[in-house]
């Protein structure tokens, strides 16, 4: 598969995955998880760790300090508790620490699954959409931008 029809499975599958956290609808959070999934783990991972970047960027322009991080966590759990039974709130801390470009906890916790990936980003997407008030898709276009920027500027 090309890498532009790869893009636009993920960003189909990510936009889902998204509405279905936001509608709090199981069923077909797993169905987009489970597109994700069936897509290039590394891209899913590194277009997922983007757009919840540009989203903590943009929620907290003037930086992200540990507190932050853990209200961010915090609201996102309580939200997701009660119709979410599988919620791990350690794969949601290495999304989170993940998309800030801190690997330290990856020393001490296993990297999450691309399963558990593609079942919780959105979870985490979609909390933060909630304060930004704008569209997944938004975040989604620049994410596949920015990627394909830094792979052609990776190109020898």
């Known amino acids: 598969m090309n890498s532009a029809r790869v893009a636009r499975a993920i960003s189909q599958a990510t936009t889902g995955a998204v509405e279905a956290a936001r509608a709090q609808d199981l069923p077909a959070l797993d169905r987009a998880a489970a597109e994700l999934v ?6 899913v991972g590194l277009v997922l760790g ?3 970047r540009m989203l903590l960027e ?5 930086g992200l300090a540990g507190e932050d991080v853990q209200a961010v966590l915090e609201r996102c759990a309580r939200t997701n508790i009660g119709w979410f039974a ?12 993940g998309a800030l470009g ?19 980003a959105p979870l985490l997407v979609a909390d933060l959409l909630a304060v930004t008030g704008r569209p997944v ?17 990776e190109l020898p």
């Open 50 to 52: 983007a757009v919840l």
């Open 38 to 43: 069936g897509n290039s783990p590394e891209q």
């Open 86 to 97: 599988d919620l791990d709130v350690s794969v949601l801390a290495l999304l989170l620490t």
């Open 102 to 120: 801190v690997h330290q906890m990856a020393e001490e916790m296993p990297p999450a699954d691309p399963a558990a990936v593609a079942r919780h």
């Open 58 to 62: 943009e929620t907290h322009p003037d």
């Open 137 to 153: 898709g938004d975040y989604l276009d620049a994410a596949l931008t920015e990627i394909a920027v830094s792979e052609t500027m």
